[in-house]
């Protein structure tokens, strides 16, 4: 079983499940409700990991089976309070490279990028991402030293303790990240605010990301060193890429571009001993843990026993499948017929040289290049990348073939060679382009298959050089990995009508939208529940 013991999805874990939060923001503070008082799980050292569990799963599952952690609605879909699941939809929805079959008006609304600050499916994430903030408050503040003193705990069981607030801080840190990148300016409450009735203040997107500098630079010495940690743990590594990207989206987020620093923390997970898969594919696979492991950074880890969810990568897998698509090549028992791409993307992969490039995975037999109706699932080609299939060509480990065992690559060292290369290019300092340039050859060389000394799909200088390339070369690489609204935003052409794409802005042939839309609005439970918040301009 390959999911990580301390992940389980029964046990201490969820009896210690923080209060379900509503939409309203002043649950961001609200004492957790537990089985046992505060006091008695804390006490005793054996459950702390068991309650650093919760944080991690925090990111996949919904919650304990028919009690999500977050309330998804009167009769609405469990699974889409997943975090990843709901991240997903902000990130890949309203772009080129996705749109979903389902008719559901929040759905459509992310397809056309048309929605307001009632989507549901914006509030899910938002109120996500904050439940994970929440969470993380309470076991960092738990697990002070003071409070480890005063609970007589010391030694090795101390030493332990500190080490999981690092990651707690970590995964707070990363949940904020999200809130930067989504909402901008955004409620803000730490572990130095003890639960109480008050309302929390908004903090700018500036002082936010301030805030997240400063704590992945505190914790950075106090985490586990680079790939010595057990996998699926935060440790310096997952530190540093976290950082890397806060920084290369520094001018968006604060206006004042940060490409040095971002080389800076590239060039240590260069350093780190990272290694790309050897092949593309099985880093999508369910023994990706395994194949793909010197390659991750940093996964959201799923296991199709243990970590059961209609979210994370079930969704993923699940929902790419329909039409004349064999489920049984995607190791599940049913698709859902829900996400494909836009022609855009594949129209990004070249004619084959030397057979196709190998990142391309699109099923083409009785799919439409053209999207003429967003509700056909027919109308968009498949995207064949996430599979419940192990690299020997079993597949995982749910008898039933419904949960799926694929870990999500959140961070990965392909990524880390693009964002080395896009710094170097924005004039960053601490990199050079003939570095960079090798570095993209190196990923091409892994999609063409090239050995022997073979340069198939290879680029030159120039090439690297020219305008879009790397949000494009993003695109090949990394698609579906919920990252390209973030790109889309970061090169000036989510909003801007000099880039289209099938039904932006809810037109056929796309048009450009009110660049309001480069952020998501607060949402609007939130602005009656909190007079003291100021919504997003334009909303």
Not at 94 to 106: I, K, L, R, S, Y
Not at 366 to 380: H, M, V
Not at 424 to 452: K, M
Request: hydrophobic residues 35%; charged residues 20%.
């Amino acid at each position: 079983m390959k999911f990580h013991p301390y992940l389980r999805r029964g046990g201490l874990a969820f009896a210690f499940a923080a209060s379900l939060l509503t939409a309203c923001t002043k649950d961001l503070d609200r004492e957790p409700f537990y089985d046992l008082n505060t006091e008695s799980v804390y006490r005793d050292p054996a459950n702390h990991i068991q309650v650093l569990a919760k944080l991690y799963a925090g990111f996949n599952l919904s919650g304990n089976s028919g009690s999500p952690d977050v309330f998804a609605g009167q009769g609405k879909d469990e699974g889409e309070t997943s975090y990843l699941r709901a991240y997903w939809y902000l990130q890949e929805l309203p772009t080129d490279e996705a749109a979903v079959a389902w008719n559901n008006g929040p759905l459509q609304e992310l397809n056309t990028i048309s929605w307001t600050s009632s989507n549901d499916l914006i509030n899910n994430s938002y109120t996500r991402i904050f439940y994970e903030v929440a969470a993380c408050n309470e076991f960092i503040r738990e697990t002070s030293d003071d409070k480890l003193s005063s609970r007589g705990i010391s030694g090795a069981d101390a030493d332990k303790a500190r080490l999981y607030r690092a990651e707690a801080r970590f995964l707070r840190a990363l949940a904020y990240y999200h809130a930067i990148d989504l909402y901008g300016n955004v409620p803000f409450v730490t572990e130095a605010d003890a639960p109480s009735k008050d309302l929390p203040k908004q903090i700018s997107r500036a002082d936010l990301f301030a805030y997240v500098e400063s704590e992945l630079q505190a914790i950075e010495p106090q985490l586990t060193a680079a790939r010595q940690g057990p996998y699926g743990r935060a440790d310096q590594g997952a530190c540093w890429t976290l950082l890397a990207k806060l920084y290369l989206n520094a001018q968006v987020y604060t206006g004042t571009e940060r490409y040095t620093d971002c080389l800076t923390y590239c060039n240590k997970i260069l350093g780190g001993g990272y290694r790309l898969a050897p092949e593309y594919r099985l880093l999508f696979l369910a023994d990706n843990n395994v194949t793909a492991a010197s390659e991750i950074i940093f996964p959201i880890t799923s296991d199709g026993l243990v970590s059961q969810v209609y979210g994370g990568t079930t969704y993923l897998v699940h929902a790419a499948v329909g039409g004349q698509m064999q489920t049984s090549d995607f190791g599940i028992n049913s698709g859902w017929a829900g996400n494909r791409t836009r022609k855009n993307l594949p129209l990004l992969f070249p004619a084959p040289v030397n057979g196709a490039d190998r990142r391309a995975m699109f099923f083409t037999p009785g799919q439409n290049l053209e999207i003429n109706d967003l509700t056909l699932f027919t109308d968009g080609y498949g995207v064949t990348k996430w599979k419940n299939k192990k690299s020997t060509g079993g597949n995982g480990v749910d008898p039933q073939q419904i949960f799926v065992d694929t870990d999500f690559p959140l961070f990965r060292l392909a990524d880390v060679y693009l964002m080395y290369a896009e710094a170097v290019l924005r004039g960053g300092t601490g990199g050079n382009q003939t570095q960079a340039l090798a570095y993209v050859n190196a990923l091409r060389d892994r999609a063409y298959g090239n050995t022997g000394g073979s340069t198939a799909g290879r680029i030159t200088a120039a090439e690297l050089t020219a305008p879009n390339f790397l949000l494009d070369e993003r695109a090949r690489e990394l698609y579906w990995e919920a990252s390209r609204r973030t790109d889309l935003v970061r090169f000036g052409r989510f909003a801007s009508a000099s880039y289209l794409w099938p039904w932006k802005g809810g037109v056929r042939n796309g048009q450009g939208v009110d660049a309001k839309f480069n952020l998501y609005p607060l949402p609007s439970t939130d602005i009656v529940a909190n007079p003291t918040l100021t919504q997003n301009s334009g909303y």
